[in-house]
């Protein structure tokens, strides 16, 4: 008898060590939220994501999972405003980075150092060192990564790559240009050259660049590939001066690519001012430029001309930003007379973090780590589960080769494309993007003065001038030993 | 059966209590609420506490603030032009289908259709159908031979697009009022002004508008004040671009409140906003009555 009880004791143990581990772990687990439900705010296109998820780990874990989707024009009000009136009607958020200062910095979502410590993530060395730095504010986690973020240029090989186009711009320009194209300089000639004629025979003429450029729709990301060209070097972010936080925003560099972008406007579609980030893909996959600058989603919507109605299957290369052939160096307050080129991490990436409003919070971990486990996101970000707007961004997603071919790609594409993207995240002297609080506001500024010389009512140093003050203000409002400090911090460098 | 007592002070509170806390908790504090912040620095989003300010952001709103000036400019152009466009296009329509036409009572209901649907979807609808490279409308022109119009991306064109979509949408409000209006005159004015050898049109300046006049002062304060609060078609179509051509005074007071969290300076715009409309409304009243 007391043996049998000995033995029963044993088994119970073992049981309930067992059960314990089982329920330590990020893996979700059948029945283990019946009856919760995880509230998303996501934005187009990435519920899709979520949408894809949804079903089998609702199935698995018993819970539900509703999205509230919002255009991104209004992500941030929906975020902050559940946030500071602590509703916690969302559970998870899925946001951009860049605003890391008012989210993490905030702390309005929770840290999850403890949350992983405690069950585990799906394989946290697989992520790439630049997304682990964007899903981070002051050595702790506060997001899940889910989305590698960087510019790249898109160009047509049968425009660019033509001989008898490269004869013809030779003779007119007296050089011949790079492939891909190395500066903006080159760009800018390219974009002329290729604007206004038919030059892929389809019976239509065809313009030189296109770029995201509407208010309201990350259109500053798109002045900042130049700005970083002629106003920042390798390693050195151009934003501020970081032993005064003066905003470098009207140096000389940042007005030559105000100057530069507003020269592009010349060799782009005629509706260029209407192009959000979902005008300007679907415009360039149907081939209306030879040249493009966006994140990785373009080369995902080529890959399918019956879902996006992509004219240009195949007929797409894909480099890094270009440089610039003289760089201004804010320190020295003088132009540098050599090339240049900055890889840069606009944005960021998309990320999710759990709100500290939030009841459901391990639910909302353990989905989140579900669908960006490796096996899982890599169907995310190749191109099986379509249009995502979620980018490559562990480096099994640029291994697994054979998913991506899986998802439309040919090989020589797909390993050029991969190439491109993980030169770029993997470069240690890439500048991160502005993340300090209050970088929506700075980016609204950046957004609506350059809004304003696109369209012809502000000159650029007019533009840079008003940025500047904007900038200077807003600075002030949120204090500026506080700023400094935090800008410095995200450089790397310690306190004032 | 027995004589009603009287209720006493007590019941009175009682039954009143529940409806004047529900308006003090939904009207009164909001308002106290938010004058108070006005006179605060509030960052919202970084979590930070108000920072009492004084008068300074109404300070900053007159005298530092160019991009208030601008919208405040836009919105009182915009308010003008559509309210006079609208109020002409609807005594037009209300005259003309007040008449025994053809097909009347079908076009009675067709010309309430732009008001009946939400702004919010005929702003997106608007934009879609403006759309440069997908939008019927460029590509109805494209067919015969106009080239591309920057309806959405030139500074001077967008702020007349928003009015015409304006317009297109509110015209049958006042086009109902006054329909509604004309239906009520007396016709004995009309047989006597016929009698005395009146034309249509003298029959139209010196009966038919004079009585028209008060629905038409109540039509177009009511309009105005609506126009003032310009949100929807500027959020859904051009998101106050190019630039801030387009940026309204409401629009900016959003923008300041929920994409820049600065709460502070947000309610001081909203009471200023307040301000002027109270201003402009009484304004329009004593004027227009003044001529009624």
Redesign the interface.
């Known amino acids: 008898m007391r043996r049998f009880f000995w033995i029963l004791m044993i088994v119970l143990v073992l049981f309930s060590v067992t059960s314990s581990a089982a329920e330590k772990t990020w893996e979700s687990q059948q029945g283990e939220f019946t009856g919760n439900t995880v509230t998303v705010l996501i934005t187009d296109p990435h519920s899709a994501v979520v949408e894809a998820w949804k079903p089998e780990w609702e199935v698995l874990t018993g819970a539900k999972v509703e999205m509230v989707v919002v255009p991104y024009?209004s992500l941030?009000?929906k975020m902050?405003?559940d946030?500071?009136t602590g509703t916690g009607a969302y559970d998870l958020i899925c946001w951009p980075s860049t605003w890391a200062?008012?989210v993490m910095?905030?702390?309005?979502v929770i840290a999850l150092d403890d949350m992983i410590k405690e069950y585990g993530y799906p394989n946290w060395d697989d992520v790439t060192p630049a997304i682990k730095t964007v899903v981070s504010w002051a050595n702790k986690i506060y997001a899940l990564p889910y989305d590698g973020d960087c510019h790249m240029l898109y160009y047509r090989k049968d425009a660019l790559e033509n001989p008898e186009y490269m004869a013809k711009f030779k003779e007119k320009y007296g050089y011949e240009y790079s492939i891909p194209p190395k500066s903006w300089e080159e760009i800018r000639d390219i974009a002329e050259f290729f604007t206004g004629w038919d030059w892929d025979n389809d019976g239509e003429n065809e313009y030189g660049i296109a770029f995201i450029a509407?208010?309201?729709?990350q259109a500053m990301w798109s002045y900042l590939d130049f700005a970083m060209q002629y106003a920042a070097q390798p390693g050195v972010a151009p934003f501020f001066d970081p032993e005064t936080m003066k905003p470098l925003v009207n140096n000389p560099g940042w007005v030559k690519a105000m100057e530069m972008i507003q020269t592009m406007t010349q060799f782009a579609?005629?509706?260029?001012?209407?192009y959000g980030y979902s005008?300007l893909r679907?415009?360039f996959v149907s081939g209306?430029s030879a040249i493009a600058l966006d994140w990785g989603d373009i080369g995902i919507l080529e890959q399918s001309p019956e879902k996006y109605g992509s004219k240009v299957k195949g007929l797409l290369g894909y480099g890094p930003l270009p440089g610039a052939n003289k760089t201004y160096d804010f320190k020295k307050k003088q132009w540098i007379e050599a090339y240049n080129r900055v890889n840069f991490l606009n944005f960021g990436g998309w990320v999710f973090s759990i709100s500290k409003f939030s009841k459901n919070q391990l639910a909302a971990y353990k989905f989140a780590t579900y669908f960006t486990a490796p096996e899982r996101s890599i169907l995310d970000v190749c191109g099986i589960h379509g249009y995502t707007g979620a980018n490559p961004w562990r480096f099994s997603h640029f291994e697994n080769i054979d998913k991506w071919i899986e998802g439309g790609w040919g090989k020589e594409s797909v390993t050029k494309y991969l190439q491109t993207i993980q030169a770029i995240l993997s470069d240690p002297k890439a500048v991160t993007d502005l993340r300090i609080?209050?970088a929506?506001?700075y980016y609204?500024y950046l957004d609506?003065?350059l809004?304003?010389v696109?369209?012809?009512?502000?000159t650029p140093e007019d533009a840079c001038n008003n940025i500047y003050r904007e900038w200077v203000r807003i600075t002030e409002?949120?204090?500026k030993e506080k700023q400094l400090n935090l800008y410095r911090e995200s450089l790397g460098l310690p306190p004032k | 059966m027995g004589k009603a007592q009287p209720i006493g002070k007590g019941v009175k509170i009682g039954f009143l209590a529940p409806s004047l806390l529900y308006l003090m908790a939904m009207g009164i504090f909001p308002l106290v609420w938010s004058l108070s912040l006005s006179f605060h620095?509030w960052?919202?989003?970084?979590?930070?506490s108000p920072i009492f300010v004084g008068l300074k952001n109404f300070y900053t709103i007159f005298f530092a603030d160019p991009r208030f000036w601008n919208s405040f400019r836009f919105t009182v152009i915009y308010v003008f032009i559509v309210v006079v466009s609208e109020l002409s296009l609807g005594l037009l329509l209300a005259y003309i289908l007040n008449e025994k036409i053809r097909f009347r009572n079908f076009f009675r209901v067709v010309f309430l259709f732009p008001m009946a649907a939400p702004p919010i979807g005929i702003a997106f609808m608007w934009r879609m159908l403006l759309?440069?490279?997908?939008g019927i409308v460029g590509k109805i022109m494209g067919s015969m031979g106009i080239n591309?119009v920057?309806w959405?991306?030139?500074?001077k064109l967008t702020p007349f697009v928003l009015m015409v979509v304006d317009i297109w949408e509110w015209t049958p409000f006042m086009f109902l009022g006054l329909l509604a209006a004309f239906q009520t005159l007396p016709v004995e004015l009309y047989d006597a002004a016929q009698v005395d050898g009146a034309s249509r049109f003298q029959a139209f300046r010196f009966i038919t508008f004079p009585l028209l006049l008060p629905i038409i002062v109540t039509l177009v304060l009511l309009r105005a004040i609506d126009a003032f609060k310009l949100f929807e078609l500027v959020f859904g179509i051009t998101?106050?671009?190019?630039?801030?051509?387009t940026e309204s005074l409401s629009y900016y007071t959003y923008?300041v409140g929920?994409?820049?969290?600065?709460l502070g300076y947000a309610c001081s715009l909203s009471w200023v906003f307040l301000g002027i409309v109270l201003f402009v409304s009484q304004f329009l009243l004593r004027r227009l009555r003044k001529e009624v």
Do not use: M
């Open positions: 024009a941030y009000d902050i405003t946030f500071i200062g008012d910095g905030g702390g309005w509407q208010r309201k729709t579609p005629p509706g260029l001012l209407s005008e679907q415009a209306n609080p209050g929506a506001e609204d609506l003065h809004a304003q696109l369209s012809g009512s502000a409002t949120q204090g | 620095r960052k919202a989003a970084t979590a930070s759309n440069p490279d997908a591309f920057r959405l991306t030139d500074a998101g106050g671009g190019p630039g801030t051509s923008t929920f994409q820049y969290f600065d």
